[in-house]
Nanobody, 121 residues
């Protein structure tokens, strides 16, 4: 059974920090690129950050402006998102995503249920 379980969300004041965690199971974690997405009320889901499976290369949405850091621990099947200098506009449900391009171009993708991050004073 494939599972992605996010944790670490909550209420934080502007300028504060949170670290989100995603625990993966039921698939070969080290073969998948891992990403964080977020979706705010009334907005489309957007990509926040990605870390690749082999070399651990990272990519961030421009809007993050260096405030967020994605990392992974393949030995523990975990991916993290460290969020600093949080702003009210960061308020969203944050989702963990796993992706792999397989044989014959088949795509494999899994989603977690999300964790709520609320930035408010």
């Amino acid at each position: 059974q494939v599972q992605l379980v996010e944790s670490g969300g909550g209420l934080v004041q502007p300028g504060g920090s949170l670290t989100l965690s995603c625990a993966a199971s039921g698939f070969t974690f080290s073969s998948y690129a891992m990403s964080w997405y977020r979706q705010a009320p009334g907005k489309e889901r957007e990509l926040v950050a990605t870390i690749t499976s082999v070399l651990g290369r990272t990519n961030y949405a421009d809007s993050m402006k260096g405030r967020f850091t994605i990392s992974r621990d393949n030995a523990k099947n975990m991916v993290y998102l460290q969020m600093n200098s949080l702003k009210p506009e960061d308020t969203a449900v944050y989702y963990c995503n796993a992706f792999r391009l397989g044989l014959h171009g088949n795509e494999y993708m899994y989603w977690g249920q999300g964790t709520q991050v609320t930035v408010s004073s």
